[in-house]
């Protein structure tokens, strides 16, 4: 059987990444002229069609979401997109979802093999990787060709694109501002390094909140770590030392591993929990719910989100002038979600 | 933009069911005659092709597996998604994800939808309306076609196609056997009812645990449950009936949710775990691992389930000979992880 031509086998071929690839066959100018022409020309030989998708959109409908996300083994991302299946059920539509694992050339892979003719659109939430190399050609390169693009959560700027975001400041602000209402004075935050943008955004949160109440940010209290998208051994032992080393009356985290795991620390400490420290988290899924004490959370709604984002992705679908059509942000508001791990407020 | 034509589509304008209007495609006896051909024309006028899976499997190979799943929000089905995603990442395939939510007519249409060109082959768990219906004939059509399919943990018997399955009577004896070698006499069981075949199996595990140890079983200390893909408030209360109403000193349970639900119940009794109630679940996922105390659980390598399936079905995919191979079967050892919820053995 003859393989079909990707970007990867041309970039294998060639010895060139499939960034290298993807820019050589739409002309970019950050491309070497002589590597066009040689990549060009290899295309051209093995019959490789760059344009296939106008050429596919031209010819039908396929009626079905394309949905990239960084991981699956993730809650949030889960829950997001039962949201995208419910609104696509009830409209008709199918999914088809693909995995980065958070690198950038797995993104690009999968942005061309879904907008081969399999998919009218995208909903995404760009990767790790992808937001460090801030190279976006892929993602502009659909909607060149006319595929709407929704992304979501991980979301960058400068793309032509609508965006569905939860007000991560906002919700960071409002956890935080509830422990400082019922009675904590000296609360830490585990948030990420600043480029990841919801962990930057919550931790601004966390500042606007203690800046609110007129307490003093102190810089000790603050711990970013590089990986949010699990509980790394080095994340464990550094959520130790900054427990243990910090007497700490409340505790905020970005996500749940981290306030699981301060949890178990406290615990080990001797610390009563909520009447010594308080914990907060970002994300109410099932950890949050389910451990003992049960965790007070900002919910995020990833299925409100999810059913947003295919619901502005389907009403561009069907729009005849969706290539004219501007560009919108969608907050969805987060909710905090009083359970254990907290005080209760004398109201 | 024109519309393209799907079973979905058909059924629809003709008011009859997805797998009626697949089955007469096919010519199934077991549709009547009328409706075949009423159906058969319609295709034909609007120009549906049905076989355009032999088509493309001639012209192309996409490198590209397709993976159909109950849900997705459950932790066990994400880490075998890991597995596939990792194998396939390794031997340059790309991977495709559809969400049958657990319906047969989403499980059809997820099938035409990427059996159309998009895959080469598929790895599937079945949905649990599929097996009540006992209606297989979407996986024939597509292994009829030269698709070859790979199923995982939900099987069904009769189907042309290689299996991965947890030894789950195995997993369930392991950890049942593991209770009553650290002293449990009176170990109650959370299960489902029969028709879904890894609760049957575990139970079976569970029987034959007591049976080696010449402890009687009592169907009292069996509770079945109708949904175990998540955590119902009226599962909640018929746990909680029978956590208070048998004086239990072991729970085994087939899923963490009901695990850790039991553990809850227990504490509000005030019960201490282990010292007075052993709990042990199927599935080592997020929750195991972190509940305070963590669980005991019976690991059901949810990665190297899904290396192993995506490994099976691209050697045959692979093999100049895969439409006269055998069909093979085979089994993912559990392994028993110790944690808090049960007490040491004494060696």
Chains 1, 2 share one sequence.
Do not use: W
């Not at 007497?247 to 909520?274: C, M, Q, S, Y």
């Not at 059509?325 to 009083?338: C, K, M, N, Q, R």
Request: charged letters at 30%; proline letters at 2%; aromatic letters at 6%.
């Amino acid at each position: 059987m003859k393989r079909k031509l990707t970007l990867k086998l041309i970039a294998k071929e060639l010895g060139v990444s499939i960034s290298t690839v993807s820019k050589a066959l739409r002309d970019s100018p950050e491309i070497s002229e002589e590597t066009r022409e040689k990549i060009k020309a290899y295309a051209k030989l093995y019959n490789y069609k760059p344009n296939n998708i106008a050429l596919s959109l031209k010819n039908r409908r396929t009626n079905t979401i394309g949905v990239i996300i960084p991981q699956i083994v993730h809650h949030f991302f889960t829950t997001v997109i039962s949201g995208i299946e419910q609104e696509a059920r009830d409209r008709n539509y199918n999914v088809i979802i693909c995995l980065s694992n958070n690198g950038f050339d797995k993104e690009v892979e999968n942005m061309e093999l879904l907008a081969n003719g399999s998919t009218d659109g995208f909903i995404l939430s760009i990767s790790k990787e992808t937001m460090l190399k801030e190279d976006y050609h892929h993602l502009n390169e659909v909607i060149e060709q006319g595929m709407p693009v929704v992304m979501f959560d991980r979301v960058v700027e400068g793309i032509s694109c609508d965006r569905v975001l939860i007000d991560d400041k906002a919700g960071a602000k409002k956890g935080v501002s509830h422990m400082i209402r019922t009675g904590c004075r000296k609360i830490g935050i585990i948030t990420s390094e600043d480029y990841i943008s919801v962990g930057r955004l919550r931790t601004e949160g966390y500042l606007d909140a203690l800046d609110d109440y007129g307490i003093a940010a102190n810089d000790n209290l603050i711990l970013k770590l590089d990986n949010i998208d699990d509980l790394t051994e080095e994340s464990k032992k550094r959520i130790e030392d900054f427990v243990t080393k910090n007497d700490l009356d409340g505790i905020f985290t970005v996500n749940e591993f981290f306030a699981v795991h301060a949890t178990r620390v406290l615990t080990k400490l001797g610390k009563r929990i909520p009447e010594d420290v308080s914990i907060v988290c970002f994300t109410d899924g099932q950890l949050s719910e389910n451990m003992i004490p049960s965790l007070t959370a900002v919910s995020q709604h990833g299925e409100e989100m999810g059913r947003k984002a295919a619901s502005i992705l389907i009403e561009k679908l069907e729009r005849e002038d969706s290539e004219t059509a501007p560009y919108d942000t969608a907050y969805i508001d987060t909710s905090l979600v009083e359970r254990e791990s907290t005080r209760k407020l004398n109201r």
